[in-house]
């Protein structure tokens, strides 16, 4: 008998639900689009994305996927929810952007089948929706070449968190529908540092993400306690 997927149906659905919407700059996505242009200023500041390339897990509607392409580089963005998929390619046409393509294949499938094929990879807001995260970091760490980088991003399960990302967002300036994030999967960055260990991938750098609700200004820091990115190597040989 198969394993069962890695893959959480509700989750997926309710990204599914949202699709026509990931390219509206005022819909639920809009942290996406506004924290977009800091991460992507990070990842390129540890690997030049030019001619390199990249897989985008959990792309979504390829909102970063897209720059990352815009960039020079050669992206492929994977995901489970094919309306995500469709919005995310539609985007590409109509925006003309060079050197994106999307596949409907969860993490672990694709690492068996292009096993240390992407000098980058790349998984953004998207460790904390599913069952297993430690699969899905082994499986990254398998997509990258030897010496190659892979990005996480995600949220800590720190009472902070749960303040901000939760009853904030959700609750109070409803930037998120209810039920967008559950406190329970998120993850601790001492965790997320572990599963990478585990994996052979080395953490270079951890940053924090902070939002001031009132200008809208988001900005990378030292405090890991809401959002954090982290960025790791494979070992190399
Ligand atoms: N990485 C994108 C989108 C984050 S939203 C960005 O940061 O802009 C989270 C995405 O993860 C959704 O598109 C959802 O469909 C996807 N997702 C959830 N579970 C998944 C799984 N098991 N495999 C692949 N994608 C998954």
């Known amino acids: 008998m198969n394993a069962p997927l890695n893959v959480d149906a509700a989750e997926v659905a309710k990204f599914s639900e949202l699709a026509h919407r990931w ?26 994305l030019k001619g390199k390339r990249v897989v985008d897990v ?7 996927s897209d720059a990352m392409a815009r960039c020079g580089a050669d992206v492929l963005g994977i995901d489970m929810s094919g309306k995500a998929l469709g919005v995310a390619q539609l985007h590409a046409l109509e925006a003309q952007t060079a050197g994106v393509t999307y596949r409907e294949v969860n993490a ?21 929706h599913v069952p297993n995260p430690a699969s899905v970091v082994r499986a990254c760490a398998k997509l990258v070449k030897p010496g190659g980088w892979v990005f996480f991003s995600t949220i800590n399960r720190h009472p902070k968190a749960f303040m901000l990302a939760i009853v904030g967002a959700e609750y109070v300036l409803g930037m998120l529908p209810k039920g967008t ?8 960055p001492s965790e997320l ?31 890991t306690g809401v959002n954090y990115m982290v960025g790791t190597r494979r070992q190399p040989g």
């Not at 994030?181 to 601790?188: D, T």
Request: contains cysteine; charged residues 20%.
């Open 23 to 48: 390219w509206d700059l005022e819909s639920e996505f809009k942290p996406l689009h506004q924290i977009n242009p800091l991460r992507l200023a990070w990842i390129q500041e540890s690997v030049p």
């Open 108 to 128: 672990e499938a694709l690492a068996d089948d292009m096993p240390g094929q992407f000098d980058v990879v790349t998984c953004m807001e998207m460790l904390e």
């Open 193 to 223: 540092a572990s599963y990478c260990r585990e994996s052979g991938l080395d953490v270079q750098g951890m940053h924090g993400m902070a939002h001031n609700p009132l200008t809208g200004r988001y900005w990378l820091n030292a405090d």
């Open 58 to 64: 959990g792309c979504g509607g390829g909102i970063l």
């Open 181 to 188: 994030h559950e406190f329970a999967k998120f993850i601790k």
